[in-house]
């Protein structure tokens, strides 16, 4: 199989490279985390002119018509430069829940202004009780007349506090943890009802806590798909997730490799002392192991055996999970106290690739879901 790029991709990979370099140095980055949205405007408006933002969406959308591979370049990328800008959720996440589920009415509304720049998306599924369960839902959505009335609250919704759109999982019937009954609505973030509660994450990050007390929406506004659609969107979630924690793992190797050849200690490099040089070898072979996982996700990110593809895709998370866990920790190992400091970059990796495992599940999780489901390869 070819895994090179194509001359298309490379040119994706080489524009949107030359942008970060300019636009996100770190000492960039820390001031963008202390502005008001806590992510810049200007970036995202340059996202738009390079048509990432309508990336993944069919032409006929009003997007561009890529698919995982270049979702994949693009975070790789993104995760080198640890932005904070709200592509995953908006693109990735939004752009998924509407490729998928929703009217050619309503993507040929929205697409457009996503693609611009203008329309940004969250989605909110975690609750109190849920843990990494998509199926855990209280929030409800009742009938009222043609439409529906939500009730309910919604924890860490990442950059819900900026989006302008929600996409909201809510129990449309059926116990709290039924697989059935679940439904996926968008509620505009300025309905009557809606309160929103913005934070920083500990990645610098934003995020939101949402109560919805009878929010009134349209029978426009309940999606098609279900729980399915919610896995199938979190399943690709997870695919550009692997590829951003390559891109952070790829940064924080070459910022360590680095740090090992200037650093003296007792008159030499510590780079030359051979237990700090095996560490730096297993870091390259977690990056490479994490590497070719994430290739796997893109792959898999498009099969249409529901249960095939989420077996696959635990096992990018657990694999990636593990490989950017240790490091992680090894950059801040070896920088020692300075990787602990808010003013250098190798402590931020870390805190972004422990988020990265513990979204839509940490190692744990899959491994136990993975163990009940009977492993990544089913018996004949």
């Known amino acids: 199989m070819d895994f090179d790029l194509s001359e298309d991709q490379r040119l994706l990979q080489d524009s949107l490279g030359k942008l970060l370099k300019d636009k996100y140095g770190f000492e960039q980055r820390k001031a963008i985390i ?17 048509g990432l933002l309508g990336m993944p969406f069919a ?6 018509g890529y698919g995982a591979v270049e979702t994949m370049i693009v975070m790789e990328q993104m995760g080198r430069a640890l932005t904070l800008e709200p592509f995953l959720t908006t693109v990735v996440m939004g752009g998924g829940f509407l490729r ?42 009742k009938r009222d007349g043609d439409g529906w009335v939500i009730e309910g609250r919604k924890g860490v919704v990442v950059h819900g506090d900026t989006a302008d759109q929600l996409i909201v999982t809510a129990r449309i019937s059926g116990a709290r943890r039924d697989r059935d ?16 509660r913005g934070f920083g994450t500990t990645d610098g990050q934003r995020a939101a806590d949402i109560t919805f007390d009878a929010v009134k929406v349209g029978a426009d506004a309940l999606l098609d798909g279900g729980l399915a659609l919610v896995e199938r969107v979190v399943d690709e ?38 237990s700090l040089q095996h560490r730096a070898a297993e870091m390259m072979v977690c990056l490479e192991q994490a590497r070719s996982m994430a290739m796997l996700a893109a792959m898999m990110a ?39 400091t808010m003013e250098y970059a190798g402590g931020h990796y870390l805190k972004r ?24 390869f089913l018996a004949a």
Not at 107 to 132: C, D, K, N
Not at 183 to 192: K, S, Y
Not at 357 to 375: I, Q, R, W
Request: aromatic share 6%; glycine share 12%; hydrophobic share 45%.
């Open 59 to 64: 032409e006929e959308d009003g997007g561009l």
């Open 302 to 340: 498009a099969e249409p055996d529901a249960g095939e593809r989420r077996r696959q895709m635990r096992a990018v998370k657990i694999e990636v999970g593990r490989n950017a866990r240790f490091v992680g920790q090894q950059t801040v190992q070896m920088h020692g106290g300075i990787a602990m």
């Open 100 to 141: 998928h589920g929703a009217t050619a009415a309503q993507r040929g509304a929205m697409v457009p202004e996503i693609a611009a720049g203008t329309l940004l998306l969250a989605f909110a599924h975690t609750e109190p009780q849920s843990r990494f369960d998509l199926h855990d839902v209280a929030t409800t959505a």
């Open 353 to 376: 690739l422990t988020v990265i495992e513990n979204m839509f599940g940490d190692v744990d999780h899959h491994l136990a879901a993975l163990s009940e489901e009977g492993g990544v």
């Open 181 to 196: 009954g679940i439904g996926v609505f968008l509620v505009p973030a300025t309905a009557q009802g809606v309160t929103r």
């Open 34 to 50: 202390k502005s008001g949205a806590g992510w810049s405007r200007e970036v995202w408006a340059a996202y738009a002119e390079l």
């Open 237 to 274: 979630t997870m695919a550009a997730l692997a590829a951003e924690a390559i891109g952070c793992m790829e940064a924080a190797k070459d910022l360590t490799v680095d740090y090992l050849k200037t650093r003296k200690q007792f008159g030499r490099p510590i780079g030359s002392f051979q």
